[in-house]
């Protein structure tokens, strides 16, 4: 059994810590965060595990470091990762697992964890998300779910806007939509084309016409240096 001493354990930010005092905090981490295997064809990919209720809902100040320690004991020991490719942060998880680079990062509400991937060239985006959602956002939902996580918070996820997975925005600026309501707007969006179009020419139309959604970002400001 692996000596349990080694492990590094994050210690906590204070339950009332102001807001200003928390990104003091996390500009100092960010510092440390970059993507080792990033080139000009890298292609990223974002998930936010977020609380379904914000407002009556909150991970635990210790949730994140347990699940730190629970996601690096599985690797080692059951996966047979090696030790040198899982890095543990006060703020977050480093892995490069399959090719794929992945921080998974705590925000700093409590309410939300970000899952943040630069997947491997060898590897299509599909593949590259069944993957993550396997061994990363799952393990983290059920981990939740257990007694040594939040029993009665529900977990729900979002897609977070690319160019913030590339360059690594801290958190409280990165942009996030709920995949359920991305959902909510293609079907919108169908529904609004069906009714432009005219019942004699419905037939023209084409399916991909019908069927094309893209989501529209709102731009983002961001008042410090980035890694770009």
Not at 14 to 37: D, V
Not at 54 to 68: D, E, H, I, K, R
Not at 120 to 148: D, G, N, P, T
Request: charged share 25%.
């Amino acid at each position: 059994m692996e000596d349990s001493s080694q492990y590094f354990i994050p210690s906590f930010i204070p339950e009332h810590a102001s807001t200003e005092r928390e990104k003091t905090q996390e500009g100092k981490y960010l510092e440390s965060m970059a993507w080792e295997t990033r080139d000009e064809t890298s292609q990223f990919l974002g998930i936010q595990i977020q609380c379904q209720d914000g407002q009556t809902m909150s991970l635990t100040a210790a949730f994140f470091p347990y699940f730190q320690m629970f996601m690096r004991r599985k690797l080692i020991l059951e996966m047979g990762v090696s030790k040198k490719i899982v890095t543990c942060s006060r703020h977050y998880l480093k892995l490069f697992l399959d090719g794929h680079e992945f921080y998974v990062e705590q925000g700093m509400s409590h309410n939300y964890v970000d899952v943040l991937m630069l997947r491997s060239k060898h590897k299509s985006r599909s593949e590259a998300l069944q993957y993550v959602m396997k061994h990363i956002v799952q393990e983290l939902i059920s981990f939740c779910a257990s007694s040594k996580g939040c029993l009665g918070v529900t977990l729900v996820l979002g897609v977070i806007q690319t160019c913030c997975v590339e360059m690594l925005i801290p958190s409280h600026l990165r942009e996030a939509i709920l995949i359920e309501e991305l959902k909510s707007r293609f079907i919108g969006s169908i529904k609004d084309k069906l009714e432009d179009i005219q019942s004699d020419r419905f037939h023209l139309v084409k399916e991909e016409e019908l069927f094309s959604y893209e989501h529209s970002w709102p731009s983002i400001e961001v008042h410090y240096n980035t890694r770009v």
